[in-house]
Structure formats: C-alpha cells, structure tokens
C-alpha cells in the first residue's frame, strides 16, 4: 500500500504560480509513474500531467501544455507539479496518483492522494 499526499495548495490571482508536491509513504513508490489530476466543482476529474518512474517520460494536458511542469525526485520520494500562469479555470482540486504507466485515464492508476485545493482569482 502506497500512501500519497498533495500539499502546496492555495489562493492566487491570475498569472500567479503555486508548485505541488505530492508526497509518498514508501520508497517502492519511486518504482510506479504518477499523474495529477484536477476536479472543478460539477465537472469529473480530468488529467493533468504524467511522470514516468524515471522521470523519462511526460505527458501533459492541452490546456497546461507550456504552462504547467512536472517533475519527481525519487530520493525524496515525492513528484512535483510546478503551476505557472495560473487561470480562473484552473480551480479545482488538484489529486495526484500512483499507477505503472503515466496514463491520461484515472482507472489506470493505484493510489491516490486525498487533493489539494488551487483557487485562481481574476
């Protein structure tokens, strides 16, 4: 069982930034991808960026292409995800998860976080 969780949450204005962490309980986290995901109040959580285990890997949503980073240090086993030029629209809860590939489906992934909530002011 791997335990994760999100800190780093906040209230920003637009173009204002925030950096994620998600933090894992067990070494053997190091071995599984993580994804972040993001649920707006009415609307289903939605992918967000993808690491690899090695950090060889990225996959990013459109709409945090360019804007968001994703990046992990196994050694401290967490994953970050660095959030720039932050929008309204990116106000949601933002949840990170653990699984064996960075997939853009959550049912692909084993563990998740219990979230952190990101408020954008305009």
């Known amino acids: 069982q791997v335990q994760l969780v999100e800190s780093g949450g906040g209230f920003v204005q637009a173009g204002g930034s925030l950096r994620l962490s998600c933090a894992a309980s067990r070494r053997t986290a190091s071995s599984y991808a993580v994804g972040w995901f993001r649920q707006a109040p009415g609307k289903e959580r939605e992918f967000v960026a993808a690491?690899?285990?090695?950090?060889?890997?990225?996959n990013y949503a459109d709409s945090v292409k360019g804007r968001f980073t994703i990046s992990r240090d196994n050694a401290k086993n967490t994953v970050y995800l660095q959030t720039n030029s932050l929008k309204p629209e990116d106000t949601a809860v933002y949840y990170c998860?653990?699984?064996?590939?960075?997939?853009?489906?959550?049912?692909?992934?084993?563990?998740w976080g219990q979230g952190t909530q990101i408020t954008v002011s305009s």
């Open positions: 690491i690899s285990w090695n950090g060889a890997n990225f």
């Open positions: 998860a653990a699984g064996p590939r960075p997939e853009v489906v959550t049912n692909t992934y084993y563990y």
